[in-house]
């Protein structure tokens, strides 16, 4: 999982960089897996992180080595929803002071869909989404670990895509504006949005940025 506090990149420009652990109003609900006395034991090796729904977050904020900028991008996690409906919750986003300018990865919950994935891209300037890759409904199911990756090939649709513990999902895809636009913001989080919105409601491990596309 990304962790501490040093600074640095793998070979494939893997983000290794958490500046800060914000932990909510509700300490108790929100986990480490190690040094809390009353937690659990998870069959997941350590170390990963549950999320109580209630502005839990891990801010990574500005990070010169991983903007999405105008390139390709690949997120991958290990990801345990405790519900798969209702709010919708961010695995990992990217944003702006203006709340138009974000990247996420995200449970996408709206018109009462169950289990649907959706990874997007808007700009404020130009006001617009630069990329959607949506599923089906009920492609993640609640308590439940699954091995998620979304890619962004900025050129090729065809390399866009959601996988789901190794099966390509995702059914749409468009908005591609061919890297034209940048998203170079300076706000990443895990678990939530900058806005504090789409707050991540379970546990979330091994979450890993690249900024190429993945291959199939």
């Given at each position: 999982?990304?962790?501490?506090?040093?600074?640095?990149?793998?070979?494939?420009?893997?983000?290794?960089?958490?500046?800060?652990?914000?932990?909510?109003?509700?300490?108790?609900?929100?986990?480490?897996?190690?040094?809390v006395?009353?937690?659990?034991?998870?069959?997941?090796?350590?170390?990963?992180?549950?999320?109580?729904?209630?502005?839990?977050?891990?801010?990574?904020?500005?990070?010169?080595?991983?903007?999405?900028?105008?390139?390709?991008?690949?997120?991958?996690?290990?990801?345990?929803?405790?519900?798969?409906?209702?709010?919708?919750?961010?695995?990992?986003?990217?944003?702006?002071?203006?709340?138009n300018?974000?990247?996420r990865?995200?449970?996408?919950?709206?018109?009462?869909?169950?289990?649907?994935?959706?990874?997007?891209?808007?700009?404020?300037?130009?006001?617009?989404?630069?990329?959607?890759?949506?599923?089906?409904?009920?492609?993640?199911?609640?308590?439940?670990?699954?091995?998620?990756?979304?890619?962004?090939?900025?050129?090729?649709?065809?390399n866009?895509?959601?996988?789901?513990?190794?099966?390509?999902?995702?059914?749409?895809?468009?908005?591609?504006?061919?890297?034209?636009?940048?998203?170079?913001?300076?706000?990443?989080?895990?678990?939530?949005?900058?806005?504090?919105?789409?707050?991540?409601?379970?546990?979330?491990?091994?979450?890993?940025?690249?900024?190429?596309?993945?291959?199939?």
């Amino acid at each position: 999982f990304i962790s501490g506090s040093a600074s640095s990149t793998g070979s494939f420009g893997i983000l290794q960089t958490v500046d800060d652990a914000y932990i909510g109003t509700n300490s108790d609900a929100y986990v480490h897996s190690q040094n809390v006395p009353n937690h659990v034991a998870n069959t997941l090796s350590q170390p990963y992180y549950r999320f109580d729904g209630d502005t839990d977050k891990i801010v990574i904020g500005n990070t010169s080595a991983m903007p999405v900028g105008t390139g390709d991008y690949s997120i991958e996690g290990l990801v345990y929803f405790n519900a798969v409906s209702g709010n919708g919750q961010i695995i990992l986003g990217d944003s702006g002071a203006d709340a138009n300018n974000f990247m996420r990865l995200m449970l996408f919950t709206e018109a009462s869909a169950v289990g649907k994935l959706r990874f997007d891209g808007h700009t404020a300037d130009p006001n617009q989404y630069n990329w959607i890759i949506t599923t089906p409904e009920n492609v993640v199911s609640a308590d439940k670990w699954h091995h998620i990756v979304g890619i962004i090939d900025r050129d090729l649709a065809a390399n866009c895509g959601i996988w789901v513990d190794g099966v390509k999902v995702s059914d749409t895809h468009s908005n591609l504006d061919s890297g034209a636009n940048s998203h170079d913001f300076d706000n990443i989080n895990i678990g939530i949005d900058y806005a504090g919105n789409y707050d991540f409601n379970g546990q979330i491990a091994k979450v890993r940025c690249f900024n190429h596309a993945l291959s199939d």
